[in-house]
């Protein structure tokens, strides 16, 4: 087995290649060495001194001789795999990281409750094959993530279950392989018997739940969605894996510059450039999102940067439509792949500015501002909000005497999600209102001026205090807005292909009432014959939103598949642990309320921008955090105009309030 060691290892990898299988001998592919080679390669150059154990079988130049080309103790053997997993567990501190890739073919278990994943990995004497199932490696990962040690796994392999034969995509290879029972007898027993030492629970437990029962320790990258194939490609003379080429070639395009980025945002990129180039399958993540490449965990980005591509007749597109607040006339920042994406670490200027010209459900059309730009279009470009044009507001009222000193009109210069009034200019009731209490401090109430919980008063007197009054009100603004996001004119054919059921009735007053720490569930059912996709969004007490698919180890939506045939439709149970916060708890508050926004679409989406962290709770956090990058601006929307949706790029919403107490 290839292994380099070191003394100070902080740095350990397991990578698989298999292009010769014996059976059957039709399925041998050809770029997973390959593959496992340039893998080796690049970790090398990056971690001299790692820790790399690389298990590859080259189909022989005799096909007589029937096995691996390459000396046996390097052979990606079932017994040889797991060895080099129970030596990572072994030997790996805490705080190491492990970074696991696999390229060669994958199988899904048929005919169960649920569906399991395996890799085909080969026999002990190299002229057969043998299953790893997917809870095998589920227990291996947890048991690394249990230890303190950071896990990648990249799988360049797809679970369809089923091979494609007679494929109209000639010339290039599938790597999945039909399921036989024969190869999976010795991978039962050792399952069964148990090889790593976890908990029994985690045994009883399906591979795509295990993988996320600790997201925060590992990250995920896996070839394509449940439905989908992985594919080989040609590039030159050469044959890759779809998956690792557009890995390597972006993190060495990262490395060359010096930069980090998170797992979410190169799977974001690697999925842009697969839907302009190879649209047969879609990259998918897990784990934790703001994990880096074979490293630790970055700081969530200060800015969200929506990928933008280029079609066939040179149409520049942006990966946001309608759905996520994009709307025609709003002006984006367009910078390159290798932009950092802190605030402090963007130095260099934007390569041009673009404006939306059309804007469509998923995705919108951009034009150049300044029409003799020259640039060349590069693969990776994203972009920044600059200014948005929203036809909805959520209007704040303001004492007069903050209203007139300029300072003010000039920091909300621009504010797309915040109305200023002030109590002379509008009659009407505003959900925000500020007033200044008996202690010289801007406080923020509602409509029946009472206080708004959650949410700091701010002194008249410090420096920078209009500053972090717009700050704050457009932060809560912004939740505001979003929440009451909605379809007014969903496809009804749409609308009547899933249903989302709660477990439990809602009360009289339409909300949910769970105790605390306890799980309130949904069902999603599809009656369609195409997948959909669910993103979940949790809106706190705290003033937070997050994307509870991509916060539990999921990536950025959830894909319920198709009804099988025979099925009226295909049932996936949701299961949300509800809990009053600490930090009202610590007030002595006994109750509160979410509202879980569920989002269902047609096609893949993502959502970087309908994100928001807790509100500060005291005055010096709210000055602490604001910076100069100005995300917030970006958060805009047309979604409840008028666009109806067709059943290809359809989508629709629900909302649902759930009140949870202490016992």
Not at 217 to 232: D, F, H, M, R
Not at 566 to 594: A, Y
């Amino acid at each position: 087995m290839a292994i380099k060691s070191h003394s100070a290892t902080t740095h350990w990898a397991v990578i698989v290649g298999i292009d010769y299988y014996p059976e059957p001998k039709h399925k041998c592919l050809k770029g997973c060495v390959r593959d496992a080679t340039t893998v080796k390669l690049f970790l090398e150059t990056g971690e001299p001194n790692a820790n790399i154990a690389v298990l590859t079988a080259t189909a022989p130049t005799d096909p007589s001789f029937g096995r691996p080309s390459e000396e046996p103790e390097v052979w990606p053997t079932y017994e040889n795999f797991i060895s080099s997993l129970r030596r990572v567990i072994d030997m790996a501190k805490s705080g190491d990281f492990v970074y696991i890739h696999y390229s060669g073919h994958g199988a899904r278990f048929s005919g169960l409750a649920q569906s399991e994943l395996a890799l085909v990995l080969l026999s002990e004497d190299g002229r057969g094959s043998r299953y790893l199932r997917g809870q095998t490696l589920a227990m291996a990962l947890h048991k690394m993530v249990e230890e303190g040690i950071r896990v990648t796994l990249v799988l360049d392999c797809c679970f369809s279950g089923s091979v494609v034969r007679n494929s109209d995509w000639h010339g290039f290879d599938v790597r999945c392989i039909d399921y036989n029972p024969i190869f999976d007898a010795a991978s039962l027993q050792e399952h069964s018997a148990g090889l790593f030492d976890v908990a029994s629970t985690l045994r009883d437990s399906s591979m795509e739940k295990d993988w996320l029962l600790s997201p925060d320790g590992y990250g995920i990258l896996s070839a394509c969605a449940p439905q989908e194939y992985a594919y080989e490609i040609e590039i030159g003379n050469e044959t890759r894996g779809a998956l690792t080429y557009s890995l390597l070639d972006a993190l060495s395009t990262l490395r060359n510059r010096g930069t980090e980025l998170t797992h979410q945002s190169i799977h974001e990129h690697l999925s842009t450039r697969f839907h302009v180039s190879w649209p047969r399958q879609t990259p998918m993540r897990y784990g934790n999102e703001n994990f880096a490449f074979f490293g630790n965990s970055l700081l969530p980005p200060d800015n969200a940067f929506v990928p933008i591509y280029k079609t066939e007749d040179d149409q520049l597109c942006l990966r946001a439509g309608h759905i996520h607040g994009v709307c025609e006339g709003d002006e984006y920042a367009v910078y390159p792949f290798d932009t950092p994406e802190h605030a402090q670490n963007q130095e260099e200027k934007a390569l041009l500015n673009v404006r939306v010209n059309t804007a469509r459900v998923f995705e919108s059309e951009l034009i150049a501002i300044d029409p003799t730009s020259a640039l060349q279009f590069q693969m990776g470009w994203k972009a920044k909000p600059l200014t948005s044009l929203s036809p909805r507001c959520i209007p704040v009222k303001l004492p007069a005497s903050i209203s007139g000193n300029g300072q003010l009109e000039e920091i909300a210069k621009g504010l797309s999600f915040v109305r200023l009034f002030t109590e002379y200019q509008t009659e009407e009731p505003c959900i925000f209102n500020v007033i200044i209490n008996e202690h010289d401090e801007y406080e923020v109430v509602d409509a029946l001026h009472d206080k708004v919980p959650c949410v700091p008063n701010i002194s008249c007197s410090s420096d920078g205090s209009t500053k972090a009054l717009v700050e704050v009100l457009q932060h809560l603004a912004t939740f505001k807005y979003f929440e009451g996001v909605m379809n007014r004119l969903s496809s009804l054919s749409f609308e009547e292909s899933f249903k989302l059921t709660p477990k439990i009735p809602a009360g009289e007053s339409g909300a949910f009432h769970v105790m605390h720490d306890t799980k309130w569930e949904f069902t999603v059912e599809n009656s369609s014959n195409k997948p959909l996709y669910l993103a979940i969004f949790d809106f706190a007490p705290s003033w937070r939103i997050k994307n509870l698919v991509s916060g539990s180890g999921g990536g950025g939506y959830k894909i319920i598949p198709p009804r099988n045939e025979g099925m009226d439709s295909r049932r996936v149970i949701i299961g949300l642990r509800m809990k009053v916060p600490e930090f009202l708890q610590n007030c002595g508050k006994g109750r509160c309320e979410d509202i879980i926004k569920v989002f269902i679409t047609s096609k893949p989406t993502f959502f970087p921008l309908m994100v928001l962290p807790e509100i500060s709770r005291t005055a010096d956090s709210v000055f602490r955090d604001i910076h100069s990058g100005d995300g917030l601006s970006a958060f805009l929307s047309t979604l409840t105009t008028g666009f109806r949706g067709q059943d290809e790029d359809a989508w629709a919403t629900q909302n649902f309030i759930i009140r949870t107490v202490l016992e």
